[in-house]
Structure formats: structure tokens, C-alpha cells
């Protein structure tokens, strides 16, 4: 079963991920409120892949993944970011970041699931 | 027989949305209030900019979800709006109050 981190400071969002995620691929999921928080989750409970939010007050989401790619504990894990920004500029500026994806909100719960394997080759 | 993960989804969907409902009312507000300030002042705060910026930012990434993607064009358009440069606010008080009541309407339906 594959373990996934959602790192969101949106709780209607992390729970509607998770929701999905869950109950549509029967995945584990963990949830963080915050970039801090997500770090020590990543690093405790090493998951399979994480899906970060970009706007987050405090740590962001590209200062997240920077901290999570210095930690030797995180920085193998795969990173999507998610964003609600669509244009090509700053969809652009996150994927040159290294993550892995940037995936769009507002997502759809019934194939987020689907959109994630495609991307980590777990179809 | 329909999907029954697609079934289960829908109905926790139901709850979530809410459950989420006084969240999203609460950021259609700030909108409101923003709109309104702008009415009676032709101007905002910054504060009260960068609020209403970031409340359509969320309502932007959410609606869609909920099954509202007219709403999530809706907050992106009135996003893009508050985040332009202060002085043009006044001129687009129209469409922002066009826009608010549409997504509180919305919002309402859904629920």
C-alpha cells in the first residue's frame, strides 16, 4: 500500500485529498497543517510521495521542499506540488524547482488518485 | 449499479461540503466586505486587499472540487483583480460586486 504526506495549511482541502486518495485508491495517507510540521511528518513516517501546497503562511511550499531536499531523510522522496495559480509563468517557476509535478487545484476527487500514479509510475 | 467508490465519494463529498460550508460562506464575506469598503471609500486598505486577494485565492482552489468550476473561475477572476495595483480597485467595483453575489448565490445552491 502506498503511503502518501498531504502537507496543506487548508483542512477542507487536506481532508477532501485525503478522501479521495483513501477511498478512491486505497492508499495511507497522513495529513500537515504546516511546511514545519510536514517536515518532521516526512522524515518520521517516510512516505512514498508528498503532495505540497504552494501558498502556506510561514514556510511555504518551495521553502518546504527545499528543506525537505537538505534533510538526507526526505530528499529521495517525490514532491507534487499543488497550486491554485494557473498560469503558465508561475506553474513554470515551481516545476523548475525539481519537484516532480505541479498539479492543479481544484482538483477532482474522483482522479487525483489516478493523476498521481500516472506521474510516480505506480500504474 | 454505479461505482461504489464513485457513491462513497459523492456522499462524504456531501458531508465535507458541510461541514466546510461556514468556511466558504466566510470567505465569500470577506469578498463582500472588501466590495463594500470599496463602495463607500473608493478605496482599501491594504490589509483588507491582500485579505479578500487571498480568501479568492482559497475559494479558487476549492470550489471546483465541491463540483462548482464556474465558482472557482469566478474567484480566480476576482483574485486577479484584487491582487492588480491599488488605484485600479474603483474600476473594477463592478465586476467585484457582480462576482461576490454570484459565488454567494452559488455557494447557497450548492448547499
Not at chain 1, 7 to 22: C, G, H, K, N, P
Request: glycine residues 6%; charged residues 20%; proline residues 5%.
Amino acid at each position: 500500500m502506498h503511503r502518501i504526506l498531504i502537507i496543506d495549511d487548508e483542512d477542507d482541502i487536506r481532508e477532501v485529498a485525503a478522501l479521495s486518495l483513501e477511498t478512491v485508491a486505497g492508499w495511507e495517507v497522513m495529513v500537515a497543517s504546516s511546511g514545519a510540521q510536514g517536515l518532521a511528518r516526512a522524515a518520521t513516517y517516510q512516505p512514498d510521495a508528498i503532495l505540497l501546497d504552494v501558498m502556506m503562511p510561514g514556510m511555504d511550499g518551495p521553502a518546504t521542499f527545499r528543506e525537505l531536499q537538505k534533510n538526507p531523510a526526505t530528499a529521495h522522496i517525490p514532491v507534487m506540488l499543488l497550486t491554485a495559480k494557473v498560469q503558465a509563468t508561475d506553474r513554470s517557476r515551481f516545476a523548475d524547482l525539481g519537484v516532480k509535478a505541479v498539479l492543479v487545484k481544484p482538483f477532482d476527487p474522483m482522479s487525483l488518485s489516478q493523476q498521481v500514479a500516472e506521474i510516480l509510475g505506480w500504474n | 449499479m454505479g461505482d461504489p467508490a464513485a457513491s462513497q465519494i459523492s456522499e462524504a463529498m456531501n458531508r465535507l461540503w458541510q461541514k466546510f460550508l461556514p468556511q466558504m460562506e466566510e470567505r465569500v464575506a470577506t469578498l463582500q466586505s472588501a466590495t463594500t469598503q470599496l463602495a463607500n471609500r473608493a478605496t482599501l486598505t491594504l490589509e483588507e486587499q491582500s485579505g479578500a486577494a487571498a480568501d479568492a485565492h482559497k475559494l479558487a482552489g476549492v470550489l471546483g472540487t465541491f463540483g462548482l468550476k464556474e465558482g472557482t473561475e469566478l474567484a480566480r477572476e476576482a483574485e486577479s483583480l484584487f491582487e492588480g495595483p491599488p488605484d485600479a480597485l474603483p474600476a473594477s467595483l463592478s465586476r467585484l460586486t457582480s462576482i461576490t453575489g454570484q459565488l454567494k448565490a452559488m455557494i447557497a445552491d450548492r448547499a
